[in-house]
């Protein structure tokens, strides 16, 4: 039995670790909706929060003249084809492009946890991310099968939830208002969130 699961285990490690998602669409921008007018319109910005390490800044919250959103892409595979709902979207990676003086790299969108928060930050670092996707009206969302409010937790199909919120963050020494992510249904705890959805808009 146990030797079962670890094998059955591995071979879902293997699968995903297979996984390439190197299908890559045309370019675009990515714009805040809100109720709130603040923030309604403006769109993201790839910031600074490390080395090597960029968050999803407002730009019109950032000071300087002449900042405009940055370019983003969406990297699918055929793995996420698979079972396909096309009015929520397809999963896959999303990615900036980080220029250095002598180097790219193709960064993925991931959701960074605090044990002590419900807020998330979204930051791109590294080229393994978390699973995204684009629904019917290009709103960015993000996917689970597992919906652990009605018991059994486990459903099996895939619903897009889009919890998107303007906040202040901090990481790493910088405190910017960025996009970010709650966890679960519950209001985000930081004071500081305004609800917002995410629009793609190609370039
Ligand atoms: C996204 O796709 C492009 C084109 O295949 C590839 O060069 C890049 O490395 C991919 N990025 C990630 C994070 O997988
Ligand atoms: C937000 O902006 C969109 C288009 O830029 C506009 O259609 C909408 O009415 C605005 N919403 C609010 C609440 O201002
Ligand atoms: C819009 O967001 C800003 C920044 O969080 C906040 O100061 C303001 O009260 C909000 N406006 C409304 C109408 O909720
Ligand atoms: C890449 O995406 C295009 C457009 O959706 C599709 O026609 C093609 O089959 C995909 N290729 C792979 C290897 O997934
Ligand atoms: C990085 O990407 C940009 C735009 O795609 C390109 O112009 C530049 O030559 C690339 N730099 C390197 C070191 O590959
Ligand atoms: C999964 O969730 C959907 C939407 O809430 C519900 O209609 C469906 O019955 C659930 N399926 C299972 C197996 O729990």
Known sequence: ????????????ATSTALAQYTNQTAPFNLVVLSKNETYNGTTLLACHEGAGIEGLCLTSTLTGTGLTGSTFNFNTSTYGQYNLNPAIGEQGYLTYLLRGGNFNESE?????????SNVALPLFEGTQGTLVAFDEHNLLNIQGYVDDRLPPPYNGTFTAYYRWYACQTYFTGYTYTTLAWVTGKYHPQ??????????????
């Open 1 to 12: 039995m146990k030797s079962t699961l670890v094998a059955s285990l591995l071979a879902i």
């Open 108 to 116: 993925a969108f991931s959701l960074y946890y605090s044990a002590t």
């Open 190 to 203: 930081n004071p500081t969130c305004e609800k917002v959805k995410v629009k793609r808009v190609f370039i």
